[in-house]
């Protein structure tokens, strides 16, 4: 192993923040700030913040490469990232042997300093965890949102601007499993679908580690359209629900109809109607139906204020973006659905016969359940990256050779394929189901590039059209 020596203070550290991704980061920016002794660890050679960590933490000692049991053994605590799984046999060795392993939640959960809304979930996270955030920001609460996506949680706790009244975080099952002091005024389990099944045994595994938000939570928001996300949830606790139906008393947010349309709705009162919702499809209302619904739980009344704001959310970068629209087809940037629930929710949600581009690393998911989802609904598939053999069989296996298939090395082939290929009325549906990582650092760069590609091609095309 190869080791950067240098000292902090007298004291012996008595924590490791092991993995120095952007979780593991803001963990030792808080400890270095609250003075706390500690070393740092990361199992590559060179990781990314190499360089960075050594320069902004001087007098810290770094461990790169191999981590050993010795290393391990040297600590009271392990802060772990939630890249590594608590379930490696040397980490599970050091927690019987009585070293606490903890995340960067179990770290912010022991120091926060105001409620904290909780939202998880296969799909949708972000984009509830952002409508909540601006939904109470707009009616003059002090909001800090973070977590898993956007700032960090710890990050959030030293911002000194002003005291937070609430602070709204999106979490994942990585960073859940290794929390247990978490308290939230209210909670979420979205949905459950097939993810991280490289990570975990089962799905069922997957899901108990989302259920662990609901713990200690006052009040847990379920979903009553998605029955394992909602069994996760314990029955002695206090529940508000959300579902696309009707609702049938004032815990549960719905779906009603009414002179010709669709409003969203708690009991038999009606917030707004479903057609002033910018984002595009039905699993767009459910989450706008849990935001609401994760507001109420903190005992706030819905105001006009949270009303106009969710009016006027245009949805997250990635999450069914809409890029282009040319020649009377729409084309819908979703790079961020990375696994095959996030993707068959998106075109669970589209009203128009849709081309859809898929691909990149599956993670280990089962691909037939994304074929099932999609019969009927898709006209034209293009596959493209490193699982492109895996998506195109499991739709011809399950769609019997009825559907037109493309099979392509690149994203730029695939995006080139798909002009060809749309009829007017259609939508082009990036959405790859997949993670980004064969071909592109990250869902973002992979979502970029689709959204470039297309915009170049509609430029194009339009300077040659006579």
């Not at 459950?192 to 713990?215: P, T």
């Not at 815990?251 to 409003?263: A, H, M």
Request: aromatic share 6%; hydrophobic share 45%.
């Amino acid at each position: 192993m190869n080791v950067v020596s240098h000292t902090m203070g007298n004291d012996a550290p008595s924590t490791l923040v092991l993995g120095l991704g952007r979780s593991g980061y803001s963990a030792a920016r808080y400890l270095y700030r609250h003075n706390e002794p500690f070393e740092l660890a990361d199992t590559r050679a060179t990781p990314p913040m190499k360089d960075l960590v050594v320069n902004e933490f001087p007098g810290v000692k770094l461990h790169l490469g191999q981590v050993s049991d010795e290393l391990l053994g040297q600590f009271e605590r392990i802060v772990l990232s939630p890249g590594l799984s608590k379930h490696e046999p040397k980490l599970v060795a050091a927690a019987q042997a009585g070293i606490e392993i903890l995340g960067d939640i179990e770290l912010f959960s022991r120091h926060a300093i105001a409620p904290v809304v909780a939202i998880t979930g296969s799909n949708g996270k972000s984009t509830v965890t952002r409508m909540t955030g601006d939904m109470l920001e707009a009616d003059g609460y002090r909001v800090r949102v973070g977590g898993n996506i956007g700032v960090p949680a710890l990050d959030l706790l030293d911002d000194d601007t002003t005291t937070p009244e609430f602070y709204v975080l999106e979490l994942s099952s990585f960073q859940l499993e290794t929390t247990h002091s978490l308290k939230p005024a209210s909670a979420v389990v979205l949905n459950i679908s097939a993810d991280h099944m490289d990570r975990y045994a089962d799905l069922d595994a997957y899901a108990r580690a989302k259920g662990y938000i609901y713990a200690h939570a006052a009040v847990c928001v379920i979903n009553r359209d998605d029955i394992l996300a909602a069994s996760l949830c314990p029955q002695s606790s206090r529940q508000l629900n959300f579902g696309i139906d009707v609702p049938r008393s004032d815990d549960e947010f719905g779906l009603i109809t009414k002179n010709g349309r669709v409003w969203l709705a708690q009991g038999s009162r009606m917030f707004l109607a479903a057609d002033e919702v910018l984002l595009e499809g039905t699993h767009n209302l459910a989450n706008a139906l849990a935001a609401l619904a994760l507001i109420a739980a903190l005992g706030i009344d819905i105001s006009k204020a949270m009303l106009d704001a969710l009016k006027s959310f245009r949805g997250l970068v990635h999450r069914m973006e809409r890029v282009a629209d040319f020649n009377g087809v729409r084309f819908i940037n979703d790079s961020k659905g990375t696994n095959v629930g996030a993707t068959a929710a998106a075109i669970a949600g589209l009203d128009a016969p849709i081309v859809l581009i898929a691909g990149g690393r599956g993670k280990g998911a089962d691909f037939n359940v994304l074929a099932r989802a999609a019969s009927g609904r898709i006209r034209h598939l293009i596959v493209f990256g490193e699982d492109t053999d895996a998506i195109a069989d499991a739709f011809t296996k399950g769609l019997g050779g009825s559907l037109s298939i493309t099979r392509t090395r690149t994203l730029v082939e695939a995006v080139d394929k798909s002009f060809e290929v749309n009829h007017e009325g259609d939508v082009v549906l990036f959405s790859p189901a997949c993670a980004s990582f064969d071909q592109f650092e990250n869902f973002e760069q992979r979502g970029d590039r689709f959204r470039e590609l297309v915009q170049r091609r509609v430029a194009e095309e339009a300077i040659c059209k006579p």
